[in-house]
């Protein structure tokens, strides 16, 4: 009696699951980020709007993502490219009206998609309303939104060192020094004032009750600070990283009525840009009770730091943080997966050789995405394959980063060559030239002159040549997409379980994923031509691949190098 009890409760336990994972919508869809500046520019003046991106919603629908993430489009100086918001509640008008917005939700709406903003609350603008209050009347309630210090000399208050270099203090033409974690037009904002904190729930409250359908929350983690300001030791002649204070402790406290006073009260989605969240914190963040939906997975995805090449041993490591990662997230909670994003460099020059931007390196590192355990994001122009460009002179950069990591990096003795090497490499810009649409002037993304030089493959990287190819990457990614959401296995690669597959052959990057007694095989060769053996008589069939593949592999299977493949196993 007491082991049927056991079973009864284990079956209840599972289908509470189940339902709980059915009524998370985000977990079936597939995201597409825009960046508004370089998506499509409907008025002529060089610079992406939002009805521009209204235009573009057929597209969108085409290729099948259902939700989309829109980088800041709030009223902003654009230093920091919309990440120094200066009015919360009102559309740059760059990018248009207010209106302009209503309509985009209501015509996304329509197409059976939804938006998301991007929300920007660890810090705002220097030409906010709150901080301009807080310069001229140093007693006002709105001085005590920031972190505003006083020393006894031309020093900052400690050593700590922004994200964009250089101290992470500024000082005010009075003589008080305020606090930014990145530039210095944007002040970090005081959380420790329950004043300010409810002027943002209120905030991202009305955005709600407008219909969005949730938000990218922008650099959450620093949103806690250490309350002593003390100087920390750091390397000689070098400051103290303001990095390395991410997900400081009582950071929780704040997270937890954030979601409390906002999230909880809609049925929205929330994706957590968090870095710095370690292993046994996740749940916190992401978990089925945490303070997001989700959160991106940082921990495997790749950077100049690590760097990863098309050899065995690379990929293989490669592979090992992603699966670390991945087997740990199935326990505890849920993560954003992607391989391109506004922040980094495109994702062919990220994870391969230049020999293999073809479409079948390109299609399998979709493929081995895509399919994993967790919610894909799709970076606009990444459905097109597209690639770095290359700029010859620092005076071809546009974002602050660069031009900020430029100079800092001379001061301390670097050459002019290393440096711009490096820019060409990682910097942001990569990602941020406008989206080609066709063949014809200015890639068909404006009337005007574009506010940043177009990638100069756009006469044969563009939408319209790939939307009439069948071979193209963008046709891949509307099959790969279809896919993922197909009705018959669509649950499994929504809610299935993850587990590692064929790990002793170090280019394979293959996993099985598994739901109610399924099982799909998703293999993806990254090294040279493999045989793999099965080595047993359990039934497979082919249902996807991103090229020629055997028809019949129930022993054995030939894997070309670049080749993915799918298969339903039984």
Request: overall charge negative; glycine content about 8%; charged content about 25%.
């Amino acid at each position: 009696m007491e082991s049927m009890n056991t079973l009864n409760k284990q079956l209840e336990q599972k289908e509470s699951l189940l339902a709980t994972s059915q009524r998370q919508w985000w977990k079936r869809a597939v995201f597409y980020q825009i960046y508004p500046q370089s998506f499509n520019d409907e008025n002529g003046d060089g610079i992406g709007d939002l009805k521009g991106i209204t235009s573009k919603l057929d597209y969108l629908a085409e290729l099948g993502v259902d939700v989309l993430w829109i980088c800041p489009i709030f009223d902003s100086p654009m230093i920091d490219n919309g990440y120094d918001v200066a009015d919360y509640r009102s559309v740059n008008p760059i990018f248009g009206t207010d209106a302009d917005l209503d309509e985009l939700i209501a015509e996304a709406g329509k197409r059976g998609m939804k938006i998301l903003l991007d929300l920007v609350i660890n810090h705002c603008s220097d030409r906010h309303r709150w901080f301009q209050t807080a310069l001229e009347h140093q007693d006002s309630e709105e001085a005590g939104y920031f972190y505003f210090r006083d020393t006894d000399n031309d020093r900052p208050p400690n050593n700590w060192r922004s994200i964009f270099g250089g101290p992470a203090w500024t000082r005010t033409q009075d003589g008080r020094w305020y606090l930014h974690t990145f530039a210095k037009e944007q002040p970090d904002l005081n959380w420790e004032n329950p004043k300010l904190r409810r002027q943002l729930y209120d905030m991202v409250n009305y955005w709600l009750d407008k219909g969005v359908g949730g938000f990218r929350v922008d650099a959450i983690t620093f949103i806690k600070k250490d309350l002593t300001f003390a100087s920390r030791p750091a390397e000689p002649g070098k400051l103290y990283p303001i990095d390395h204070f991410q997900n400081y402790p009582g950071i929780h406290e704040f997270l937890d009525e954030l979601k409390r006073e906002t999230f909880a009260r809609y049925d929205c989605v929330t994706v957590a840009e968090a870095p710095g969240v370690s292993p046994d914190t996740f749940a916190e963040y992401a978990g089925p009770d945490g303070h997001f939906s989700m959160i991106f997975d940082f921990n495997w995805d790749h950077n100049k730091d690590v760097p990863l090449k098309n050899e065995p041993d690379s990929i293989a490591s490669w592979r090992k943080r992603m699966f670390d990662s991945l087997l740990h997230t199935q326990k505890y909670g849920w993560s954003a997966i992607f391989l391109e994003n506004h922040d980094q460099a495109r994702g062919p020059d990220k994870f391969l050789d230049k020999a293999n931007h073809h479409r079948d390196g390109v299609t399998c590192l979709a493929t081995m995405y895509m399919l994993l355990q967790g919610s894909p994001f799709v970076y606009q122009g990444q459905e097109l394959g597209m690639t770095n460009g290359f700029r010859g002179g620092i005076d071809e950069f546009y974002d602050v980063s660069a031009l900020n990591q430029w100079h800092e990096g001379l001061e301390q003795g670097r050459s002019a060559e290393e440096m711009l090497r490096e820019l060409n490499e990682y910097g942001r810009d990569n990602a941020r030239t406008p989206f080609p649409w066709n063949a014809e002037p200015n890639a068909g993304f404006t009337t005007g002159t574009p506010w940043m030089p177009l990638h100069p493959d756009y006469p044969s990287v563009n939408a319209e040549q790939a939307q009439t190819d069948e071979e193209s990457v963008w046709t891949f990614y509307k099959e790969l997409i279809a896919f993922r959401k197909n009705g018959l296995w669509g649950d499994i690669l929504a809610f299935g379980s993850f587990e590692p597959a064929y790990e002793e052959h170090p280019g394979l990057i293959a996993y099985r994923r598994r739901l109610d007694g399924q099982t799909l095989l998703v293999l993806n060769n990254f090294g040279g031509e493999l045989m793999l053996d099965f080595g047993a008589s359990a039934d497979r069939r082919i249902l996807f691949a991103n090229g020629e593949a055997e028809s019949t592999p129930n022993a054995s299977l030939r894997l070309a190098s670049y080749r993915s493949v799918v298969l339903i196993e039984s």
